[in-house]
């Protein structure tokens, strides 16, 4: 069934992207107001369910490219990622039916539908990362094999480069390069898919999961309860397992340098009561969490960190000493969870000297 | 007159283009073996003069593109230049008639003969910057307002990106870091033209005269003879000075590094008899000479290097310790010292601070 976005809408969007993001992603609220002009401005904003897209429709969707701590601050003009949307569509020689995320988390929540604010096409409930990731291969689309080029990069004065790559890593590899040159944030538009392709490799209903779990933080902090049962009940329609509670504290340090167009570092949390602290490793999202060198939590699942009083997710360009946090892990859907899935967005592609399936079953 | 490229041609081609190439744009040998192994399997490449170009034709130079050390190691396997030729030419929606050199110095003098021979379109007797050039906006082309982009950048692996910048400095700062992460080196197709640009735009005559060079330096090796008189003979009708030794000596010292893309640094030639050495600085290209402060030579006008027996040119990469060597300026076309010709690849452009006229009244 298709809906309208409204007003109403957006600020629970932010809040519940801001936590999908896993601390990455880039803070929503640029891309909030983005939309909430536009739509004051009496743009109307169409999403369709997944199961809506017709076959022979060519989505092609929209993002912002670059490292968090950038992309919050280099805000963009507006018409970029139209700019991207276009110069895709002359290249291919046909024109999008609609938009949608690759990113569910972060500010690529609400990228598309700038997008799709400026254009009038409508926007697809889903994504292809559940969540955020760092990477542009790092999508269940790139796990089906979809090809991500040819695409397209725009920046703020105009310049637009098109991508055609023999393969997804070196498309990230290219893109990369160009969002860095770019100043480190772009806009793009790749993965352009029909249909009946978007229907077989996305994750559905993540833009209507972001605003559930928006609202639940809201309502729990409204009501003065605790978020985790409201989130665990926006969770369970779109397959995601419930919040965990990994750890209480406080920040107690931050470390983090934006280096080849990535955010990387890491954080160490002391806890309330005495103990040792919790050290949790980022590569623009949160990879992994541990105490003492045990892992509690590694990606792909969610590991998101919530102002302990508000229940507001922190990004990691907002984490600070002295913060009181909560850090809750979240297992994704299923299709996120398979051994394909996890040679792509599991911990050794990112490095990391775990595997998925051990410390999911340890949790 | 049209008239063909013969194999004959090609070694003094290579030498001469050595020379033009000022110490840069990368040693023609491996372009040379290219268009040697095409002429030896029956392709034939039609050259075409300036003034023969049709007025409507569509000229569409191209390039490799990156550091000379890495050009000189990261061999084409000879599809890429064709292949950024054809992506441009599908960009455009229009087939090119013709291709031609962006620079006459150094590898790029023979690129686009392994483009013409492997297509069949002839190569137009000219180029856009009368030497070799670091950079994608120090073109004549450019100095009279022809946009560079869009333009193709094609690797060994089938990757292709399309650049459209809002101006030619931007298009050489994209497509740098593009070819950064493509490995150091790249083919490009670049300043699209119609026939009657290309004539208002570029140095004429600047292919046969790498030609002629290299035969000056060869014939006056085999007749044992000192080779400037020749070179000075080759260089009249093309509209550059005759050549001036600005020293004689031995490579004592010489400093080199491949960074963001390019080769700088610089070398220490001390004279035979006693007295001050010579100081060259290259970026791909040398620069300045100069000797106790003194400046000798700056760009654009050409500093050259030969070996001292042979009257071989040496590039950057080429130069080693002990070498004996003769280093000699050329003086270039009006057309590149012009005002708004000095403004784009003149010293202050490269960040020296010295004004070319006043060395140049002093040389």
């Not at 249909?195 to 639940?216: C, E, H, M, N, Q």
């Not at 309860?225 to 926006?234: Q, V």
């Not at 302990?308 to 299709?335: C, H, K, N």
Request: glycine content about 12%.
């Amino acid at each position: 069934m298709s809906w309208q976005l409204e007003l109403e809408h957006l600020p629970d969007l932010a809040r519940g992207a801001a936590l999908l993001g896993s601390g990455g992603g880039g803070d929503p609220y640029v891309g909030r107001l983005m939309v909430e002009r536009a739509l004051r401005q009496g743009a109307r904003v169409t999403v369709w369910d997944l199961e809506e897209v017709p076959d022979e429709a060519l989505v092609v969707p929209t993002a912002m490219m670059g490292a968090p701590t950038v992309m919050v601050e280099k805000i963009p003009a507006g018409g970029e990622g139209v700019h991207a949307l276009r110069a895709l569509e002359r290249h291919l020689g046909r024109e999008a039916t609609a938009t949608m995320p690759i990113e569910c988390g972060g500010i690529n929540s609400t990228m598309p539908l700038v997008v799709a604010a400026r254009t009038g096409k409508p926007v697809v409930d889903a994504d292809g990362m559940g969540r955020a990731f760092p990477e542009l291969q790092m999508e269940t689309f790139h796990v089906f094999g979809v090809p991500g080029s040819p695409m397209a990069i725009a920046n703020e004065h105009g310049d637009v480069t098109l991508v055609t790559a023999h393969d997804n890593w070196a498309m990230e590899w290219l893109a990369r390069g160009i969002t860095v040159r770019m100043g480190g944030a772009s806009l793009i538009a790749e993965y352009a898919m029909e249909g009946a392709t978007v229907k077989r490799v996305s994750i559905p209903g993540t833009l209507s999961l972001g605003i559930r779990l928006g609202r639940a933080i809201r309502e729990a902090r409204e009501r003065h309860r605790d978020p985790i049962e409201g989130l665990a009940e926006a969770l369970r329609p779109s397959g995601y397992g419930p919040p965990r509670v990994l750890f209480d504290g406080k920040v107690e340090d931050v470390l983090r340098r934006t280096t080849e167009g990535f955010v990387r570092g890491s954080a160490r949390i002391r806890p309330f009561t005495s103990g040792p602290p919790l050290a949790i490793s980022f590569q623009n999202e949160h990879l992994i969490a541990e105490v003492e060198g045990e892992v509690l939590a590694v990606v792909p699942d969610l590991i998101c960190i919530l102002e302990a009083e508000s229940g507001e997710p922190i990004t990691t360009e907002g984490l600070r000493y002295g913060q009181r946090v909560r850090v809750i892990a979240i297992t994704p859907p299923e299709i996120m969870r398979t051994r394909a899935a996890l040679e792509v967005f599991g911990p050794r592609a990112f490095g990391l000297a775990h595997d998925y399936g051990a410390v999911a079953e340890v949790a």
